[in-house]
């Protein structure tokens, strides 16, 4: 029995070894085979103690930011360099080593990066020590485009270029300013976030008034030299200010009273207040920013000239970037005569935070229905909502301080509860990928309120969320007859009949500026040259920061000019008394 029994199992065992082999052998002739579920790899950590031997690389914003950035970094004691602005080379490199079908920010970013790590190589260094001394700091994002993945395609471009273990530390941009990198040796201290924010705003106010200033300059090349001065003198006070502790600002009894070891918690706490009042309101940051005020009012402008106004948008890369990645948009619709509306980054980390109090009142019904408690899931909606409320409220405070430090004519950020409303009927708030609703949202809002004569939308090839929003765009420009609308998807190849699409656009956009101006001049009643006069007797009027009031429907800056030197011709009476001698003169 027992021998039988043995038997039996054994040809079992047989059969089941059989029916396993010829399962593996039809499995591998169909191609089938067992796939091993993704892990991400583990990366070597950057620790606290490489932080003066490792240096942070970082790119893909505008130079203002970049310079500013970059002075924050070294100000809290990091190494740091700028990656240069992208080119098509860059864009070609980040082609031969990444993944087919990639967005091209992926493309130009990591291509710059490569040809960047190349460039030390040639100098000398070897690869070993070029992954060993450097890191690269860079936004990521798990939303459901292939931005997702950037990560991802950034390991394998260098791997493939022969830098495998290059590490790259990721901001995750769906967590906005909370955001923390997971590394130690990137350590997010109350002087880096504070730094971090005057160099945000300080940045995206730079990038605005260099675009209101640069296309009426009386002196061809000015705006850029002075910019680039104010951009030097703003960064080196972010880097070489010294930070605020406690224990150094106070003295007698209180410094003796916070130096005992039982009252550490409290003197911490009163340390990192401290720390946020000088980075926001201390005197030497004050006065480079009265300084920057100061020097980039001494250029001259001639506000007279018509200029449409062209408002950008789009995807973040794509709108922000100023080199090859976008075509080189600004620099173009400049040349072809337009003044550039550009968007701050400022408007993205609001919609941020914007969207976060809608998706807690969702995750509220979520927990109401799982767990049944009504009041417990409405009061802890309550409080986040509340806590988000607080950060919108004083990231607008403080980033209009900032443009009210550095001039006050920096356009003011757009509301985000009015994009919703706009963008409502045509895109909802929830469909998530890009900037959302934002595209539609701004393309009408800029529209309505006669703030720009022309949106253009600049976005990568094949951008999902874009092409998402382009769709709705149809429907928009149905809704609102006299909008001009144009969106743009970008690629490293493909300049000329791009720019040839964006003219035909700005021919109408001119055509529109163009009219609006002369019938302000009509209504003023007066000629060109008489306003002119007037400006040429009045040099303030010529000046960046003398503030002309937005008219109600009139989008033009020489269009608003002249209505206002109207008004302040009326009511000189010493100007019409000159002029009558002027006159007299003349006949004599």
């Not at 591998?28 to 067992?34: D, S």
């Not at 070891?261 to 009265?290: H, R, T």
């Not at 529209?447 to 998402?468: D, E, N």
């Not at 033009?556 to 206002?564: K, M, N, S």
Request: aromatic share 10%; charged share 25%.
């Amino acid at each position: 029995m027992q021998e039988a029994s043995s038997s039996g199992v054994a040809e079992k065992s047989d059969i089941n070894e059989i029916l396993r082999a010829e399962r593996e052998r039809l499995s591998a002739q169909a191609g089938l085979v067992q796939l091993q579920h993704f892990k991400k790899p583990v990366e070597r950590a950057f620790r606290a103690e490489e932080r003066g031997k490792v240096t942070i690389l970082f790119g893909g914003l505008t130079w203002k930011h970049e310079k500013l950035i970059q002075a924050v970094f070294k100000g809290c004691g990091y190494k740091c360099e700028i990656v240069p602005t992208p080119n098509v080379a860059a864009f070609q490199a980040g082609k031969e080593y990444g993944n087919n079908g990639q967005c091209n920010p992926t493309y130009f970013t990591v291509g710059n990066l490569v040809q960047y790590l190349q460039g030390l190589e040639k100098q000398g260094q070897s690869r070993e020590d070029i992954i060993d001394k450097y890191v690269f700091f860079t936004a990521g994002s798990c939303g459901p485009c292939r931005f997702g993945m950037y990560e991802a395609e950034y390991r394998f471009a260098l791997q493939n270029a022969g830098f495998d273990g290059f590490r790259v530390l990721l901001f995750q941009q769906q967590e906005g300013i909370k955001a923390a990198s997971g590394e130690p040796g990137l350590k997010f201290t109350v002087d880096f976030g504070m730094g971090m924010l005057n160099a945000l705003h300080a940045g995206d106010t730079l990038q605005d008034l260099i675009h209101q200033v640069r296309p009426y300059e009386v002196n061809r090349g000015e705006t850029d030299r002075v910019f680039g001065e104010v951009g030097d003198a703003l960064a080196a006070c972010l880097r070489d200010r010294p930070p605020f502790e406690i224990l150094q600002a106070t003295k007698g009894r209180v410094n003796r009273y916070l130096s005992r070891p039982e009252k550490k918690k409290f003197k911490d706490f009163c340390n990192s207040m401290g720390k946020v009042w000088e980075n926001l309101y201390g005197q030497p940051w004050i006065d480079a920013m009265e300084s920057a005020r100061q020097r980039i009012d001494s250029i001259d402008v001639d506000r007279l000239r018509v200029r449409p106004v062209v408002k950008i948008t789009g995807e973040f890369w794509a709108q922000t970037t100023e080199g090859d990645g976008n075509f080189n948009m600004f620099r173009f619709l400049e040349r072809e005569g337009a003044q550039v509306l550009v968007e701050p980054i400022a408007t993205w980390v609001a919609y941020l935070l914007y969207q976060a109090k809608y998706n807690a009142r969702r995750r509220m019904h979520v927990k109401q229905y799982s767990t049944g408690k009504r009041l417990a899931a409405e009061i802890d909606y309550r409080k986040k909502a509340l806590g988000l409320r607080i950060g919108e409220v004083l990231w607008q405070h403080f980033y209009h301080r900032v443009t009210r430090k550095l001039g006050g004519i920096t356009h003011e950020l757009a509301p985000q509860p009015e994009l919703d409303e706009l963008a409502a009927p045509f895109y909802n708030r929830f469909a998530r990928g890009g900037e959302g609703h934002l595209e539609v949202g701004k393309n009408v809002y800029y529209t309505i309120h006669h703030l720009a004569h022309m949106v253009l939308a600049l976005k990568p090839f094949g951008c999902m969320p874009s092409t998402q929003s382009d769709g709705a765009q149809s429907a928009v420009i149905n809704r609102y007859k006299d909008m001009i609308f144009l969106p743009i998807e970008t690629s490293g190849e493909g300049e000329v009949n791009t720019h040839s699409r964006v003219q035909m656009a700005l021919g109408e956009a001119k055509a529109k500026a163009k009219l609006e101006f002369e019938e302000c001049l009509r209504r003023t009643g007066k000629s060109l040259d008489e306003i002119r006069g007037y400006v040429e007797d009045h040099p303030e009027l010529k000046r960046p920061f003398y503030k002309v009031p937005h008219v109600e429907g009139i989008a033009g800056t020489a269009a608003q000019f002249v209505l206002y030197v109207s008004q302040r011709m009326d009511k000189d009476a010493g100007h019409f008394r000159r002029s009558r001698v002027r006159v007299r003169e003349a006949v004599a």
